[in-house]
């Protein structure tokens, strides 16, 4: 996980970052991830016990901490410096003098965060605009990218260097509960406008954001497109089967990526292109599917975004096209 004796996310200048799909799950936990990293500067860093530890919480709950749990906490995460899950919260635990110093490059080196949602517009905060936009919708795309470029030219805002695409389906329910996407268990199951809607939402989609998006990345400096992606892509790694319109649309997906990486070398040589997958999360995309889940390996959305944005931070140009799972390792496509 990031210690934060560097600056966030692995670029070594100030940036903007965009995060498309924030009204729940992994894309939402990365959002404000993000944004609460932005905060940290402002914390309250008041401890007076000389041998106590600086605990930094910036959660949806604010609950106390036992101190009897911190050697727990630490060790899940496998790092004392690591930004980890707790319930719905998350803790830094490091001594006083890191934090004052993680505080104060993390404010330096994120300026704006643009959140853009399909359903509703997020809420904007002094470092963070609120943004609604379809992505199957070029039209709007279209608007967002210059409300974009606008924010940043006229607020000096840092350069756009950080794009993360949240969206995607696995299945789908109408108002009335009833299973109107499900993935197919069988041949006999496919159909042509289920597949339709799944390629729109998990392949077509962040193939539009990236057209439209990647030309705001700087072109000299490190800068990232992730998407969240999914290790059932993988053609090689398919033992099991079944969810037709699903595996063939993130398989899609990791060809775009692959093939947008290439393209994007050629104009800016620093920028990353990858895939993301963020292992099995509880959602509710994973909801009907997590029986057979294995112990420990159901991650919360808050614990997934801080792998992912781990993997983000360290992820080098020789990996681009590539998919990465949480943990940093390859997955083969």
């Excluded at 695409?165 to 109408?174: K, N």
């Excluded at 729109?200 to 193939?207: D, S």
Aim: glycine share 6%.
């Amino acid at each position: 996980m990031n210690d934060y004796s560097t600056p966030l996310f692995g670029f070594d200048a100030p940036f903007s970052a965009m995060v498309f799909g924030t009204s729940g799950g992994i894309g939402s936990a990365i959002s404000q991830r993000i944004h609460k990293g932005m905060t940290l500067a402002n914390a309250n860093l008041s401890d007076t016990s000389p041998t106590a530890t600086s605990r930094m919480r910036y959660g949806v709950h604010q609950e106390s901490i036992d101190p009897a749990n911190d050697a727990a906490i630490i060790a899940d995460q496998a790092s004392a410096n690591a930004v980890v899950d707790s319930g719905q919260s998350f803790v830094l635990s490091v001594n006083k003098e890191q934090t004052r110093d993680a505080s104060s490059q993390i404010s330096q080196s994120l300026h704006h965060l643009f959140a853009i949602n399909r359903s509703s517009k997020p809420e904007s905060h002094s470092t963070v605009t609120g943004l609604q936009a379809d992505a199957l919708d070029e039209s709007q795309l279209v608007a967002t990218k210059e409300a974009v470029q606008n924010s940043i030219s006229e607020q000096q805002f840092a350069p756009l260097r950080l794009i993360v695409v949240g969206i995607g389906t696995l299945h789908q329910t109408g108002p009335d509960g009833t299973a109107t996407i499900r993935p197919e268990k069988t041949w006999r199951d496919l159909s042509a406008d289920t597949m339709a809607k799944v390629f729109a939402a998990n392949t077509i989609a962040p193939a539009l954001i990236a057209k439209h998006f990647l030309p705001l990345l700087p072109r000299s400096g490190r800068s990232v497109f992730a998407v969240l992606s999914a290790r059932v892509g993988s053609i090689s790694d398919n033992r099991l089967g079944g969810w037709y319109s699903y595996r063939a649309s993130k398989a899609a997906l990791n060809q775009i990526i692959k093939t947008t990486s290439i393209e994007l070398a050629r104009t800016r040589p620093d920028a990353i292109c990858i895939g993301l997958h963020p292992g099995t999360v509880d959602t509710g995309l994973s909801k009907p599917f997590q029986a057979n889940v294995a112990e420990g390996k159901l991650f919360t959305p808050q614990t997934s975004a801080n792998y992912l944005l781990n993997v983000i931070s360290t992820a080098t140009t020789s990996q681009s096209g590539s998919l990465l799972a949480w943990d940093g390792s390859v997955v083969p496509t």
